[in-house]
Nanobody
Framework: QVQLVESGGGSVQAGGSLRLSCAASGRTFSDLSLTWFRQAPGKERQFVAGITWTGISTRYGESVEGRFTISRDNAKNMLYLQMDNLKPSDTAVYYC???????????????????WGKGTLITVSS
């Protein structure tokens, strides 16, 4: 089992920045591929960013490419999402998810994830 706990959510004005964190426990962190998803009210869950267990490959959703940066710190068992130039359309609940050693293609699919955090809300005002 893996436990994931997100933090860093909050309210920010458009153009601002936030950094989300996800603390993982329960399994060898370095074996986990990790992904951020988000879900806005009334909308489907959306892939945001993912990083493979090796840390070599990262993927980004089209709407966040160039504004968000995913990273991991295996020594601290932490996953991060640096979000810059935030837009009102980024308003959503953000979820950290994990699975065991998947590929750079596998990290973009929610159905591949085995473990999920409870989410943290980001609200971006115009």
């Amino acid at each position: 089992q893996v436990q994931l706990v997100e933090s860093g959510g909050g309210s920010v004005q458009a153009g601002g920045s936030l950094r989300l964190s996800c603390a993982a426990s329960g399994r060898t962190f370095s074996d986990l591929s990790l992904t951020w998803f988000r879900q806005a009210p009334g909308k489907e869950r959306q892939f945001v960013a993912g990083i493979t267990w090796t840390g070599i490959s990262t993927r980004y959703g089209e709407s966040v490419e160039g504004r968000f940066t995913i990273s991991r710190d295996n020594a601290k068992n932490m996953l991060y999402l640096q979000m810059d130039n935030l837009k009102p359309s980024d308003t959503a609940v953000y979820y950290c998810a994990a699975t065991y050693k998947t590929t750079s293609q596998g990290i973009i699919a929610a159905e591949n994830m085995d473990y999920w955090g409870k989410g943290t809300l980001i609200t971006v005002s115009s």
